[in-house]
C-alpha cells in the first residue's frame, strides 16, 4: 500500500495542468472553427444574409450559379445567390399572369425579346432592358461536310448562298420564332436580303417552315448520325455558344458556324431587377450584377462559350476554325412593333387558309402583253400557279371563272372546288387551271360573281384559318343586267362580320382596270387591292398580296391600299 501512495499523489498534482490544456484545445478547436465560419459566411460582418432568387436561361444559369457559390464562399457579401434555370417562356408567362411561384428578384433571359414580350402580355412594370453580361451572335449551323461543299475551310459559306441551295434548304432546320429568339433574329436576317421583295421573303419563310420545331435542342437531335426516324437536318440557325458545346461533345457530325452579313440580332442576356424586388434585394442584385460583369465571371463566361457584352471572345479560340474569333459587336433587337410585325407575317405564312378565287377570263383578257409573247390570261395564271405552290399543302383554295353568262344567267364558273391544295396538286388540278386560257371570252361581270363568291364563303367560313376571297381581274364592272355598285356594296356590307372576318383582296392588272371601284368593293370588307397598269408586274403585285393577307386580324389590320 505505501509504495502506491507517491504516484497516486503524482496523478492527483497533475490533474489540474491536464484538465487546463485540455480547455485549452477545446478553446482553440472553438476559435478556428468560428473564424472558418466567419470566413465562409461572412456572418461575422453580416447583420443578415439576404436571399436573391435569380432566374436564368437555361444555357447561362451555370455560370452564375458558379459566381454565386464563388461569392458566397469568399465572405465578402451579405447575400445568397440562388439561381433556378427556367426557360425564359415560361418566365415570361408566369411574369403576365402568375403559375403560383413567387417572381424571382432578378431575371437574365437570353434576349431582351423576352424582357418585350412580358410587358406586351401584360407585366407592364417588366423593363424592356437591362445590363447585358454576356452575347453571342445568331449563326447557321451547317453541317462540316454541307460546308465543305461550299469551299469551307478555305473560304465561308454566306447564308445567301445556304439559302439559295436547294438540297440545304430541304435540309433546313428552324426553331419556331414565336418561342425562340434565335428564330426571331433569323427572321431579320432573312429579311434583309429580300430588300422588300415581298416573294422572296414569303417564299423563303414557308421554305423555312417545313422543317420547324418547338424546341431548339430537337434540330441537334436530328443532324446526321443521331438516332432516330424524323430525316436528318445538315444545316439550322442557333447561337454561337450552342454551336461551341455542341462541337466538344462525342457527336458523329461536327458544325461549321456561317456568320450574317448583316448580322441579325444577337443574344444579349440583359440582366434585369425586377419590380417585385425589395430595396435590400435590389442593392444585392447590383452588387452580383459587379460580379458578373467582374473578371472572375469573364472566364466562366469564356469557357461555357459566351462573348462578352461588347462582342469580345472571352476566350482564345483562334485555332478553331469552326468559329470566327474577331470581335463580333452586339446587333440589338429592334423595337417590339418591328418585332411584332416580323412574327405576325410568319404567322400568317404557316397558319391554313380558306381562299376563294374568282378569276376574270372576260375577252379583254386575251389581249397580248406586249414585249412578253404572253396574253393577259398567261400571265395571270402563272401568278396564280406560283400563288398554289406557295400556299400551305393544309390550306383549302377554289377557283372560280367569271365573265358574263358562263353558265347560263349566271355570269360565274366553278373550275376548282375548295379542297387542300396538296389534294389540287395531286390530281392534276395544275392543269386545270392552265386549260382556262382557252376559255377567254365576253364581258366583265364583277359585281354578280364577286357577290355570289363571297355569299358562298361566309356559308362556308372556317374558324382557325384565314378566310378570304381573292379576286383577278383587268378591268371593270361591265354588265348592265346585273346589281350596281351601291347594291354590291350594300349587301357586302350586310355580310360582313368582324368576328368571323373575310376580307375581299382585289388585285387589278392591266391599263383598264377601275382602281377605285376595285378599291370600293375590298374596303366594304376590310380587304386591300393591289393594282399595276404593266401587266408583266403581276407576278411581283400577286407576291406582295399574299405576304400582306397572310396574317388574320387582329393581330394583323390591313394598311390603305396601293
Not at 507517491?6 to 472553438?30: E, F
Not at 457559390?69 to 403576365?96: H, N, P
Not at 382557325?464 to 383577278?472: E, H
Not at 403581276?538 to 390603305?560: G, H, R
Request: aromatic share 6%; with cysteine; hydrophobic share 40%.
Amino acid at each position: 500500500m505505501g509504495r502506491h501512495s507517491p504516484r497516486s499523489g503524482r496523478a492527483a498534482h497533475r490533474s489540474p495542468v491536464l484538465v487546463l490544456s485540455l480547455l485549452l484545445v477545446v478553446a482553440l478547436v472553438g476559435w478556428l472553427s468560428f473564424t472558418v465560419l466567419r470566413d465562409k459566411l461572412g456572418a461575422s460582418d453580416c447583420d443578415s444574409v439576404v436571399a436573391l432568387s435569380v432566374a436564368a436561361a437555361p444555357d447561362i444559369a451555370a455560370v452564375l450559379t458558379q459566381v454565386g457559390k464563388d461569392t458566397r464562399e469568399s465572405g465578402e457579401e451579405c447575400y445568397d445567390v440562388r439561381v433556378t434555370a427556367r426557360e425564359s417562356a415560361a418566365v415570361a408567362e408566369a411574369l403576365a399572369v402568375s403559375d403560383g411561384t413567387d417572381p424571382p428578384d432578378v431575371w437574365v433571359p437570353e434576349s431582351a425579346m423576352w424582357l418585350q414580350r412580358a410587358q406586351s402580355n401584360g407585366a407592364w412594370q417588366t423593363p424592356v432592358k437591362g445590363t447585358s453580361i454576356a452575347s453571342s451572335p445568331v449563326v447557321m449551323a451547317v453541317a462540316d461536310d454541307v460546308a465543305g461543299q461550299f469551299g469551307w475551310p478555305a473560304t465561308r459559306p454566306s447564308w445567301a448562298q445556304l439559302l439559295g441551295s436547294e438540297v440545304v434548304v430541304g435540309a433546313l432546320g428552324f426553331p419556331d420564332p414565336a418561342r425562340d429568339p434565335v428564330g426571331t433574329a433569323t427572321l431579320f436576317a432573312i429579311a434583309e436580303p429580300a430588300g422588300g421583295d415581298a416573294a422572296a421573303l414569303t417564299s423563303t419563310m414557308r421554305k423555312l417552315s417545313a422543317n420547324t420545331v418547338a424546341q431548339a435542342s430537337e434540330l441537334f437531335l436530328r443532324l446526321p448520325g443521331s438516332a432516330g426516324n424524323l430525316p436528318p437536318l445538315s444545316a439550322f440557325p442557333t447561337s454561337e455558344t450552342a454551336l461551341l458545346r455542341h462541337n466538344v461533345k462525342q457527336s458523329p457530325t461536327k458544325l461549321v458556324a456561317v456568320y450574317a452579313d448583316p448580322p441579325p440580332p444577337s443574344l444579349d442576356y440583359p440582366f434585369v431587377v425586377l419590380p417585385s424586388a425589395s430595396e435590400e434585394k435590389r442593392a444585392a442584385a447590383e452588387r452580383f450584377l459587379t460580379r458578373m460583369l467582374g473578371s472572375g465571371a469573364t472566364q466562366l463566361l469564356g469557357s461555357a462559350g459566351f462573348r462578352g457584352p461588347d462582342g469580345a471572345a472571352l476566350r482564345d479560340r483562334s485555332q478553331d476554325k469552326r468559329v470566327v474569333a474577331d470581335t463580333l459587336p452586339p446587333v440589338p433587337l429592334p423595337d417590339s412593333g418591328e418585332v411584332d410585325r416580323v412574327l405576325n407575317e410568319w404567322a400568317g405564312v404557316n397558319l391554313s387558309a380558306r381562299v376563294q378565287v374568282l378569276l376574270d377570263v372576260s375577252g379583254s383578257m386575251a389581249e397580248p402583253v406586249p414585249g412578253s409573247g404572253k396574253t393577259r390570261m398567261a400571265v395571270t395564271l402563272d401568278a396564280a400557279e406560283l400563288g398554289i405552290r406557295l400556299f400551305k399543302p393544309t390550306t383549302k383554295i377554289g377557283l372560280w371563272i367569271f365573265s358574263t353568262n358562263l353558265d347560263g344567267d349566271k355570269d360565274y364558273r366553278e373550275m376548282l372546288p375548295v379542297k387542300p391544295v396538296a389534294e389540287h396538286l395531286a390530281n392534276n388540278g395544275i392543269a386545270t387551271v392552265r386549260g382556262i386560257e382557252k376559255q377567254t371570252k365576253g364581258a366583265t361581270g364583277l359585281y354578280d360573281s364577286t357577290l355570289a363568291a363571297y355569299r358562298v364563303a361566309r356559308q362556308n367560313w372556317e374558324p382557325g384559318r384565314i378566310n378570304l376571297v381573292i379576286v383577278m381581274t383587268d378591268g371593270k364592272n361591265e354588265d348592265p343586267k346585273g346589281i350596281t355598285r351601291e347594291q354590291l356594296l350594300a349587301e357586302l356590307g350586310g355580310l360582313v362580320d368582324p368576328k368571323r372576318p373575310i376580307p375581299i383582296i382585289g388585285i387589278g392588272v392591266g391599263p383598264d382596270i377601275d382602281v377605285a371601284e376595285l378599291k370600293a368593293i375590298t374596303g366594304a370588307t376590310g380587304g386591300e387591292t393591289f393594282s399595276t397598269p404593266d401587266p408583266t408586274k403581276i407576278i411581283d403585285v400577286f407576291y406582295s398580296a399574299l405576304s400582306k393577307l397572310l396574317c388574320q386580324p387582329p393581330a394583323c389590320k390591313p394598311t390603305p391600299g396601293n
